[in-house]
């Protein structure tokens, strides 16, 4: 593991953030939940301000009336939500920048998630022009001074020149038109904040839209104590005859009309625009090259995620539905925690406080703060709160049968029902019975091969007395439907070694290292690789014809067929015993090698720990991950699960 050296802006939030845990306990820290906070206030200002345009006038005699009505008259719902409406608006800028700092100073704009840097920017932005537009509805001194700032700013372009102008001349000169139209643009730029905030949370994984039920109170609180302390009032009615002596300006919208009102209209147009554009193309200055995405496997789901180039494990894994326990999702409530049991993850800065020494010594890191270097393989301890995403169905129709042995059938599905798809070579589905029950076999086709029809075949091998394998052999036929969920498991080819490779398949064990060569081959995998195939008898090993097809056609590939229990009449002449002690036979140092075990439980058992005392790295003895039910670990240490692919029952 590496961990990144906080920057001084890192270090500057990670203090900010650490003294409003003492002040207000983690579960309610503002600054981990300002998301979630600019949420509630959005909310805050669209109620408040439904509530204030049902008694508002939309006409110029009676547009200030009716504010100082609500404001006076109401004080009791109307005065209290109208400084509601007034302070949510003020907050929700100050949440809103908060939120692209701190997204911005720990390099969260960049690469996938730059379309919410994007719609945050655009947010931000409406947010502003909603407000400006908001303060010309009372019609008071300060909404006077906001038009005509307004329309000298707007002025600035030839094609407008000083129209706008001319229509606020002279009292008169507001007509009730004015008034629709300016509530017209608060109403229809307020809809398009909500469609863009969709578009911004649909990109967020397992996105909250609301802050902890503890920190919504305190900020209902807060607004109620401000509008009985401070109430907000207008200003004396706009009298566009002369000009205002002095308005109570809102910094946090109008900071920039005491420029254009002093003649500053070109300084402000070009400032925003060189603003604009500079947030615009942060993602992408200085951007470092894109790596590759990275394969992680998380027990114990038995799930393969893909991790995206500077994504952490607590996104993808909620992205993929997985219930992972999280809450702050900033590296300080220590929840989201896992164990990196294989491969290399960068560490982003967190709290000092979030791991303990004895997390630390023994491989934990959290899943927000952690971002893959290599493919890994992780252990985490589910939220047994969360709701997990269901395993995508399917229904299929079966294409082709094949009696490869009379204990072992081709069976060829085409998927029909739910998409293609997407699996990895090696990894299984669950067919599930009319009853609900479900019978584990692995894909025998590389993904390559089964490309976009869908089509792909299992080895089902018979079991005496089993429900679904019998069926198989003398009920089912070509034409019949099926339906399955997957793809599961994180048995699959790593690429991110160049150790020449020796796979062990025990009996029908062969169908998912069927599907990893048929991949190797298909990707064009220069790695040397090695198969050793035991199985009882010799007319146990089918598909021996295609397998010697591929020793000739690709060099880097040879096989060898172990029997352990040749009968006379077999004439076999091959190599005879234990398929993994033809192994160790070959190999007295396997050190520099990966292995892929797939077969009977008590083989990997024997299998596994000889390897290791022959050398090999426990990071490099890759075992299945799931066996007939129901799933038992290895007693062995350093081994894993195993199945064999194809024999459930």
Known sequence: MSATTATPAQRAFLLAEAWCNRVF??????????????????????????????????????????????????????????SAHRYASDALVVTMLLHLLRHFVFGRHRGYRWLSWITGLVLLGLTVVAGINGFMLPWDQLAQFVVTATTEMLNFFPAIGGALTRNFVANVAVTDRLFSLLAFIHIGVSLVI?????????????????????VTLITLTLFLFLGLLRPVVSDAPANLSQMPAGVSLDWFYLAVMPLIHEGHVTLVWAGSAVAAVFLAVLPWLGRRSVARSFDVAVRPDDHIMSVRAGENLLDAGLREGLPMPYECRNGACGRCKCRIVEGQVLLKPSQPGALTESDALSGRVLLCCAEPLTDLLIEYVPDP?????????????????????????????????????????????????????????????????????????????????????????????????????GPLGAFTLRDDSDKPIIFVAGSTGFAPVKSMLEHAFLKGLARQMLLYWGVRRPSDMYLLPQLEAWQQQHGNFRFIPIVSDPLPEDRWSGRTGLVHEAILDDFPDLSHHQV??????????????????????????????????????????????VKLGGANA
């Not at 909500?194 to 503890?214: D, E, G, K, Y």
């Not at 394998?469 to 089912?476: I, P, Q, Y």
């Open 25 to 82: 306990g983690e579960g309610v820290n503002p600054l981990y939940h300002l998301g979630t906070i600019s949420y509630l206030l959005f909310w805050i200002v669209t109620i408040s301000g439904i509530y204030l345009y049902a008694f508002f006038e939309t006409s110029a005699t009676h547009a200030y009336a009716s504010v100082e009505a609500i404001t006076h008259t109401q004080w009791f719902a109307g005065g209290l939500l109208r």
């Open 385 to 485: 709160d969360a709701h997990r995403m269901p395993t995508h169905r399917y229904a299929a129709v079966v294409t082709g049968m094949k009696t490869l042995t009379p204990d072992v059938m081709q069976l060829v599905l085409k998927v029909t029902e739910g998409g293609v798809p997407a699996y990895r070579a090696g990894q299984y589905i669950n067919i599930i019975l009319e009853d609900g029950a479900k019978r584990s076999f692995s894909f025998a086709t590389a993904p390559e091969a089964a490309g976009d029809s869908g089509e792909f075949e299992l080895h089902v091998r018979r079991i005496e007395g089993g429900r679904f394998t019998t069926f198989v052999f003398d009920g089912l036929k070509v034409g019949d439907r099926l339906e399955f969920e």
């Open 596 to 641: 892929y075990a797939c077969g009977s439980v008590g083989m990997v058992e024997t299998a596994t720990p000889a390897f290791l005392g022959r050398g090999i790295s426990s990071d490099d003895c890759f075992s299945d991950a799931f066996h007939l039910s129901p799933h038992m670990p290895l007693a062995s240490a350093g081994a894993q699960m």
């Open 194 to 214: 909500l469609a863009f905030l969709w578009v911004h949370t649909q990109r967020t994984p397992a996105a909250r839209t609301l802050p902890p039920r503890a």
